[in-house]
């Protein structure tokens, strides 16, 4: 459907020509009838900037307030090429990049993303961190929260928890633990009114207000997660005041240890703690940004208890007995360092770090997890592809190859992109049937 044959609702319309005033609602309104932005983020964990953007091979331009943003035209289909299974970029919305940005994760930090499917925040997160501290992705449905777990795999992020609980059971496991905190909170998806046009039909103003209550709790719960002198993110992709605003500032007035940081990103207006992107604005759909600190503390953080006996692992890998591997049911787990994986007794979880083997009978086979994420000297068996070949292992074909015998990590151009099993002269292939002949199709923006 288009934006022009779904009308804006008419109570939306007052809300708006309220927040802006008539001017700027003219303004809105023009916006609104014009195309969507479309956007990619180039993931750093596989590689650097200026290589993938040699390997995307298109002039892309630059999304202003993240490194790593950047606007496509329609005709590019990112979505169609390997690349984007084999995890080089993420297909985003240009304004949601903003969240994640403003939050400005560093390696080594604990982060947690409490409403993170379909992960495209998380991810960004992910890229930030570089590998180093720990990420803690939760998404309480369990349908959205597998393909959650589906693009931290996607994208080769190693030390990232993936949960599937209520943000008040996460509080319960991880008190004053992280030192930043992304609430993207679930919303009555004003800006995606343009993107999404039939989402005009499903708003009403009871939405917006079983939304902000909902809001208010998962604040509530995020509050008891971050340590002292952290930081907390509150983003939304709607445009109201009651589910922005208004929620922050009943939340500061209920946490008198929290306050707003002013701040500004490139290509966006300054803010003393508070900002709405509007698509007449920027170039992007639009968003809610607030960021808030709480006071210093004492600090109190989930940390590895005792010691656990190690797990074996296959031939293939060439990591650190050393390393925080963890045995639970059939698989074996690479651990984000300094993270007791225990600590999830109770919880449903769907990703405790990096999946590096399962168990098959007495045989421990490769993870295609690890596939995507290991580096060539982490294992002991490698085979570069071209990208021809990338597109045949990716459609389930078996290659031509003579890496030696057993489990081969196949690359592209120095980015990791799955497994596949040598022997005499073939490799046979080991990428996940679901997965297969994923790039011949269109992918949406996230």
Not at 273 to 297: C, D, Q, S, V
Request: net charge neutral.
């Amino acid at each position: 459907m288009s934006a022009q044959s779904i009308p804006l609702p008419q109570q939306y319309v007052e809300q708006m020509k309220s927040l802006l005033g008539e001017a700027d609602f003219f303004l809105y309104e023009n916006a609104m009838n014009r195309t969507p932005v479309r956007g990619l983020r180039i993931n750093a964990l596989k590689a650097p900037l200026e290589k993938a953007l040699e390997l995307i091979g298109e002039a892309l331009c630059p999304v202003p307030w993240t490194e790593h943003g950047f606007y496509y035209e329609e005709a590019l289909h990112p979505g169609q090429s390997p690349l984007h299974d084999a995890g080089l970029y993420y297909i985003q919305e240009p304004s949601a990049m903003s969240a994640a940005a403003l939050l400005n994760p560093r390696p080594g930090e604990w982060v947690l993303d409490l409403c993170a499917a379909p992960g495209g925040k998380s991810t960004q997160i992910a890229a930030s961190l570089m590998g180093e501290g720990l990420l803690v992705s939760n998404e309480p449905n369990p349908s959205r929260a597998r393909v959650l777990s589906s693009n931290i795999e996607r994208m080769g992020v190693r030390n990232a928890i993936v949960t599937c609980e209520m943000p008040e059971r996460l509080a319960a496991v991880f008190p004053e633990t992280f030192d930043r905190i992304l609430v993207d909170a679930p919303c009555s998806g004003e800006g995606m009114f343009r993107k999404t046009p039939e989402s005009r039909l499903e708003w009403h103003p009871g939405s917006v207000l079983k939304c902000s209550e909902l809001q208010a709790s998962i604040l509530q719960a995020a509050a008891k997660m971050l340590k002292p002198g952290g930081t907390l993110v509150y983003s939304t992709c709607t445009h109201n005041k009651t589910e922005n605003e208004e929620n922050i500032e009943r939340f500061l007035s209920k946490h008198t240890d929290f306050s707003l940081v002013p701040f500004s990103l490139p290509g966006l207006s300054e803010s003393q703690g508070m900002l709405h992107l509007f698509p007449h604005e920027i170039r992007g759909e639009g968003h809610f940004l607030a960021k808030m600190e709480r006071a210093p503390g004492e600090e109190h953080r989930t940390a590895i208890r005792g010691k656990r006996e190690k797990p074996d692992l296959p031939p293939l890998y060439s990591i650190n007995r050393d390393a925080n591997l963890f045995s639970h049911g059939d698989k074996i787990w690479l651990c984000p360092q300094n993270f007791d994986p225990t600590c999830l007794a109770g919880l449903r979880w769907l990703r405790c770090g990096l999946a590096l083997a399962n168990r098959k009978g007495k045989l421990l086979e490769p993870d295609h997890a690890a596939g995507m994420a290991l580096t060539p000297g982490e294992v002991t068996n490698s085979h570069a592809i071209d990208l021809e070949e990338l597109r045949r292992y990716q459609a389930g074909e078996v290659l031509s190859g003579n890496p030696g015998r057993g489990f081969v990590v196949l690359f592209y151009e120095g980015i990791p992109v799955g497994l596949g099993k040598a022997s005499d002269g073939v490799i046979k292939n080991h990428y996940p049937k679901g997965l297969r002949n994923m790039y011949s199709k269109p992918k949406k923006d996230v």
